[in-house]
């Protein structure tokens, strides 16, 4: 029989039925009101421990961390679920419990017998805290991300300059040479003996001429490639640290 005393000892132990099969582990314990005697064990069952599920104690035996109920695990996992307000279960959800388990309570003593027959009546259950003060620690964590910020422009400007261009054309020109040849038979046929006159030809010579045409040579443009480096980034956070602090003087 598991009293008031044994009630911090019931947390997280595991909870047997009948035939040796784990039903699950103690997450709260249920006191009777009035009395505070221990009266329901609130279980993790079913899949995956996700439901929570109420068990009759009254009649349970503890022995190394470990519950033994005189219930079956189906029991357990077909009890009705309990909706508790304010830490306490109404009267109306105790005798649902109370019919599934085929218990009925004895009046003012916690304990519970087995139901022949009949009703079953029930009292408000009172949830049990264990006795423990606790605070909670925070901390900061630093989040880092990126933005997109503008990091500056680059423009393609096109202006005209002048160079000077130095370029060696061949150029020809004509010059002239006397060539003399005597004259057979020293008969001047030309009757013009002794008359004045004059020869003449045209020399010719070729100089440069330059002219300038526009001719594409280049097409140049901008294009924009990603980058990816690592950059270090650097904040303070803060952290809660706990201390034990005493009242009491050690002598």
Not at 23 to 50: R, Y
Request: aromatic share 4%; net charge negative.
């Amino acid at each position: 029989m598991i009293d008031q005393t044994q009630v911090e000892a019931l947390y997280d132990c595991d909870v047997i039925d009948n035939k040796g099969e784990k039903i699950g582990s103690v997450k709260q314990v249920w006191l009777e009101d009035g009395t505070g005697a221990p009266v329901w064990a609130e279980v993790n069952s079913g899949l995956l421990g996700m439901r929570q599920s109420f068990v009759p104690i009254q009649q349970a035996k503890m022995a190394d961390g470990t519950i033994t109920v005189p219930i079956a695990k189906e029991q357990v996992d077909e009890a009705p679920s309990v909706h508790t307000f304010d830490d306490h279960i109404s009267d109306e959800e105790q005798e649902a419990l109370y019919r599934h388990y085929g218990m009925i309570p004895q009046a003012k003593t916690g304990e519970h017998d087995r139901l022949d027959g009949g009703q079953a009546t029930g009292r408000h259950g009172a949830r049990v805290e264990p006795d423990a003060a606790e605070v909670v620690l925070s901390e900061e964590k630093l989040d880092v991300g990126t933005r997109n910020v503008e990091a500056g422009r680059v423009r393609l400007v096109k202006r005209t300059v002048t160079e000077q261009r130095n370029v060696t054309v061949p150029v020809t020109h004509e010059e002239v040479r006397i060539v003399r040849e005597p004259v057979e038979g020293g008969t001047d046929r030309t009757g013009r003996a002794f008359a004045d006159e004059q020869a003449e030809v045209t020399l010719h010579r070729e100089e440069p001429v330059v002219q300038k045409r526009a001719e594409a040579v280049e097409r140049v443009r901008l294009e924009k490639d990603v980058v990816t480096e690592q950059q270090g980034v650097s904040d303070e956070i803060r952290k809660e640290r706990v201390e034990v602090e005493r009242d009491d003087e050690r002598r």
